[in-house]
């Protein structure tokens, strides 16, 4: 688990799913309420690919207060390019046009190398919010 820090006097949160050549995948994004312990899709229905170099964008839709109580989930499987090993995956935090620090440092980052089979590998990621 992570801890992102965000400004609380900023904007709204913004998360930038972006993967590096040559990497495939798709990922689902989940969030817990802390408070109540509900763990609810955060866009139902929907899972989300990722495509060699194309970022995703989202805005978290928490305000500033409740994000405090929020653990947001992000559940990848991801794999190399037919006839590549490497495979780079960033979740990048965003404020104001600003990048959010997450610690443990690198914790946002997947590096890895896979060969077949299996093609793809499933990554778990939780991150948490907290206000500076």
Known sequence: MA??????NGG?????VKSGPPCLGEFRLWYRNNLIGNVSPLYPNEIHSIHDQYPDNF???????SINDITLRINGRYGPLP??????????????????????????????SLTAPPPYKQYIHDFTFQKI
């Open 59 to 65: 805005v978290l839709p928490f305000d500033l207060i």
């Open 83 to 112: 006839n590549y090993a490497q495979i780079s995956v960033r979740y990048l935090f965003y404020q104001d046009g600003q990048i959010l620090n997450v610690d443990p440092n690198g914790y946002n980052v997947i590096q890895d």
């Open 3 to 8: 801890l992102v820090q965000f400004n609380q």
């Open 12 to 16: 709204l949160i913004h998360l930038m």
